[in-house]
């Protein structure tokens, strides 16, 4: 513990009018809860809690007004010590949405997922921590003192999305750094570090990890693969040859997907795409240049293009379909004048209505592209932080990280 943090800490104490503390409590009635239990609380709290004082109301540059929740009286106002002893065994940060896994390494089924996601959430909300202080809005947070595991005397945050670690954050810091306005600056760092520790993890993944992951977030359950003599039969119908990372996605992750509830979002099969023309035909684009000249003409700028649809008709002598001609696979009828290339993906159709395509011959082979009823978006070059560029694999990831190609 270090004394002079603590020291500094008291005097903040002092002379804050906004802070209204409980009388202290006895040693011995912490070493009698100690004994009870077999279990050590972190000496800065003990400190705290028996000579400054037990709980009370807090005030700080970066809360609002909250409870320190009082030691004495936690039973009392609806909290337990009842699993204090199993240990909070997690290290690291723990935030599904940005793609932290379960287990580490595994890709699991639904079933499995609902039922270890329930024990990681119950092992986050009452193993080993004593919880400090929570605000219950809508902007719910919950701050642990870690009690019994591998990061005692830390304090970690949780919240609707997950749970936060601060390496090395005790009690003192936490208070400390609350009271004297350096809290928010701490917390950037220490998510910024979180974020380079998950940008080295995804690296080391494999490809085939890194998909499956991906689609798991999008909720897509996948159809059954297609084999070779399916794509080859495509192939042949439509005189097209389909890109490798295309036939590698169809062949070893699925033939296509959905929500495993709803229509949308909805990664097409090639029964989907069976009755398609112009699969071999050229598309309007065939080069960067074509596409910057179409920018250009519109003060767009060609970095990241969403060109109106309503235009690129008119400059590329594309041909108007009205809105009641029937489009499908794709989701607009102006999307008709898409050949040489097949849709792969479209979102939830009631709200952004985007759809993702492949295309399939000329100088853009290979590249994914967007469109939406209203906007054409040119994916051409596409990457992530790292430099690695957007492929048909890695399109899941990529889709959730940024909201692949909103139009």
């Not at 169809?250 to 009755?275: A, Q």
């Not at 293009?305 to 594309?318: A, F, G, K, S």
């Amino acid at each position: 513990m270090n004394t002079d943090r603590f020291t500094e800490l008291f005097q903040i104490l002092g002379g804050a009018k906004e802070v209204v503390l409980n009388p202290a409590i006895s040693l011995d009635t912490i070493n009698a809860w100690e004994t009870k239990r077999k279990l050590d609380l972190p000496l800065d709290y003990v400190r705290f809690i028996t000579q400054v004082g037990d709980g009370g109301m807090l005030s700080s540059k970066t809360w609002a007004g909250g409870e320190l929740i009082q030691f004495s009286k936690y039973e009392e106002k609806g909290y337990s010590f009842s699993h204090i002893k199993k240990a909070f065994t997690l290290t690291e940060s723990w935030v599904p949405d940005l793609g932290d896994p379960l287990e580490e390494g595994v890709v699991l089924s639904d079933a499995r997922e609902e039922k270890i996601l329930q024990k990681h959430w119950a092992m986050i909300q009452i193993y080993g921590s004593i919880i400090l202080l929570e605000n219950k809005t809508d902007d719910f947070q919950r701050w642990h003192l870690i009690v019994n595991g591998p990061c005692t005397g830390e304090v970690w945050l949780e919240s609707g999305f997950g749970v936060i670690r601060y390496p090395d954050c005790t009690f003192t810091e936490w208070l400390l750094k609350h009271l004297d306005g350096s809290w928010e600056e701490y917390a950037a760092n220490c998510m910024q570090k979180d974020q380079e520790v998950r940008e080295r993890r995804k690296q080391m993944e494999e490809p085939r990890a890194r998909c499956l992951k991906g689609i798991k977030q999008n909720h897509i359950r996948l159809n059954p693969l297609a084999s070779m003599e399916e794509i080859k039969t495509f192939e042949e119908k439509h005189n097209v040859k389909l890109p490798e990372e295309y036939v590698q996605f169809l062949t070893e992750f699925g033939n296509g997907g959905r929500h495993y509830k709803l229509n949308y979002p909805k990664i097409y099969s090639l029964s989907d795409l069976e009755h398609m023309t112009g699969l071999d035909e050229t598309f309007f684009f065939q080069n960067h240049e074509q596409v910057e000249a179409v920018a250009k003409k519109l003060n767009l700028s060609y970095e990241d293009p969403h060109l109106p649809w309503e235009q690129v008709v008119r400059l590329c002598n594309l041909k108007y379909y009205g809105d009641n001609e029937k489009t499908e696979p794709w989701l607009f009828p102006v999307q008709k004048n898409l050949k040489g290339c097949i849709p792969i993906f479209s979102s939830e159709v009631s709200q952004d209505q985007t759809q993702l395509f492949l295309i399939l011959n000329g100088g853009l082979r290979g590249e994914i592209w967007v469109s939406s009823k209203s906007k054409l978006a040119v994916r051409s070059d596409f990457r992530f932080p790292n430099g690695e560029k957007v492929n048909f694999i890695n399109l899941w990831e990529a889709y959730m990280y940024y909201q692949y190609g909103a139009c």
